[in-house]
């Protein structure tokens, strides 16, 4: 990333997981329509988050925010051959921990569904039916987690598109087995379940040519005496728990949701989804470039590392507030735009709209998080993070127990928001103590301009919406129209007013100008 502004690559990332995003938007919208936010519905939402959850311990967080670092520093380092052959142990290794993983999970089934949603078990149909979608979605782990291999050593390359398209396979894979298989079955969960398992194999699969054409794509093997992997394994022991807290929070989240109410975990999911929007396209398209951006630096004991920390906070706030906003003020409008037809009720979307609010306050702590946690990975500094995570997770227990019961899915989304808030807030001190983190000028006019832009934004975003209950006597094609109209115009809104008012980090976005990070 040498020699441009790195702006480009999150831009290329953005882009290409927006694609992804809106393909996940139109499964969502489908699953909606079939299953709506019933018995079935809970059951699979909680067969899927299980993997995904495995996935964040083996997969994507904790194994890229420990790997990339290491690989960067061999990569800087060591000759091509050792490169190669410390990716082909971690393949290696990685593999057969999650085949033992995966086979304990499938055989364990029952027990991980009792564990995580224990209300279930009160109905029996609905617990056999979750146990039998988990044996078919858990082998899902294996798949995805080669996939962050293989996306690490991508991203640890400059190599970004590919790792950010290949999600489309997983959502076409669902999408094509929820329209084409589900109608002929008498479980159409069943259909879903097996489309999950086939996107993770399809995205492995798409990555390997990408492999080949960066040299990396080895023969798994089980060498023990690889340093490179001693520390590793050093690194993804605390990293493991850092980096999911978010999914940890979640899933202590699907316990009580199970407990607390009818459909709870239906109206999270959906919720859920909408905020994954801003979160997905840009924070991880944030995280992903500024890891190995960080890592490098690092690396190299670049002078540039507090300014590259510096501009990428700013670039959060400027993008997570407005996100915020806008999804604060038309939670409702896109909720029934979005999934109300078919199974999906009206008052679905009204219960959705209550969650989607108490996790919407989250976007910008969540965010800032994946930015300030590299931060210390990139310094091999796994522990820190943990410790705060660790903190967080207590947060989110203690503000759950005590909301879930009289707010049901808005104390839970709550918790979750205040809980990320704790988390960001406690990375950002640490990083200013040690010196890590040295805010350059400008800050507070940066946020003057920024908040009354998003303030005027709202204000114009609340009259223009009008009744959320009118939006029900809609149809479909005018639903969709104004919500995508009122979207259009708070953004063309926002990015207007801070090019008149000269905020850098937006003229950016237009110019991309040149900046040797």
Not at 218 to 242: I, K
Not at 330 to 338: C, E, F, V
Not at 424 to 444: E, N, S, T, V, Y
Not at 482 to 491: N, P
Request: without cysteine; hydrophobic residues 55%.
């Amino acid at each position: 990333m040498s020699g441009h502004h790195p702006l480009r690559s999150v831009l290329k990332v953005g882009s290409n997981t927006m694609v992804s995003r809106l393909l996940g938007f139109a499964r969502d919208v489908i699953l909606a329509r079939l299953f709506g936010a019933g018995e079935m519905a809970d059951a699979f939402f909680v067969a899927f988050r299980v993997p995904n959850l495995f996935r964040r311990l083996f997969g994507e967080g904790a194994f890229s925010q420990s790997f990339i670092p290491v690989l960067g520093e061999y990569r800087a380092t060591r000759p091509a051959s050792e490169v190669r052959a410390f990716v082909a142990d971690v393949a290696g290794w990685l593999a057969l921990a999650l085949a033992i993983v995966t086979i304990v999970g499938m055989l364990g089934a029952s027990a991980v569904v009792y564990a995580i949603a224990p209300g279930f078990a009160d109905n029996p149909d609905k617990f056999h039916l979750t146990v039998e979608l988990l044996r078919i979605t858990f082998p899902y782990l294996f798949f995805i987690s080669l996939v962050a291999l293989a996306g690490g050593v991508l991203n640890t390359y400059g190599h970004f598109t590919v790792p950010a398209f290949t999600p489309v396979f997983l959502n076409l894979s669902i999408i094509a087995a929820a329209v084409f298989w589900a109608p002929h079955l008498q479980q159409p969960a069943i259909a879903v379940a097996w489309g999950v398992l086939i996107g993770g194999v399809a995205q492995l699969l798409f990555q390997l040519p990408a492999l080949r054409r960066v040299g990396h794509l080895h023969w798994p093997r089980l060498r023990r005496r690889d340093p490179g992997v001693r520390q590793l394994l050093r690194l993804m022991g605390p990293a493991a728990f850092g980096a999911s807290v978010a999914q940890i929070n979640l899933f202590l989240n699907t316990i009580l949701a199970s407990l607390v109410g009818a459909n709870v975990v239906s109206y999270l999911y959906y919720s859920d989804r909408l905020v994954e929007f801003p979160l997905g396209v840009f924070g991880v398209a944030l995280g992903t470039v500024v890891l190995p951006l960080l890592s490098r630096q690092a690396a190299e004991r670049s002078p540039r590392f507090p300014q590259t920390l510096d501009w990428a906070l700013r670039l959060t706030w400027l993008i997570g507030l407005p996100a915020t906003v806008g999804l604060l003020i038309l939670a409702q409008p896109l909720l029934i735009s979005l999934f109300r037809y078919g199974a999906y009720t009206a008052e679905d979307a009204r219960q959705s709209a209550l969650s989607l609010t108490g996790y919407g306050l989250g976007i910008l702590p969540i965010i800032a998080a994946r930015v300030l946690a590299p931060a210390f990975y990139a310094h091999q500094n796994t522990r820190t993070p943990v410790r705060f995570a660790m903190i967080s997770v207590a947060v989110n227990m203690g503000i759950s127990l005590i909301l879930a019961w009289p707010l049901q899915q808005l104390g839970l989304a709550l918790a979750t928001s205040t809980a990320a808030l704790v988390n960001a807030l406690m990375l950002w001190r640490r990083l200013r103590h040690d010196g890590i983190f040295q805010a350059q000028p400008g800050w507070r006019v940066f946020l003057l301009k920024t908040g009354g832009l998003a303030l005027l934004m709202g204000i114009v975003l609340l009259y223009l919406r009008g009744d959320t209950t009118l939006w029900l006597s809609l149809p479909l094609w005018e639903r969709l129209l104004r919500v995508l109209g009122l979207v259009i115009l708070a953004a063309v809104l926002y990015l207007m007013g801070g090019w008149w008012l000269g905020i850098g980090e937006l003229r950016d976005l237009y110019r991309r100008r040149s900046l040797h990070v």
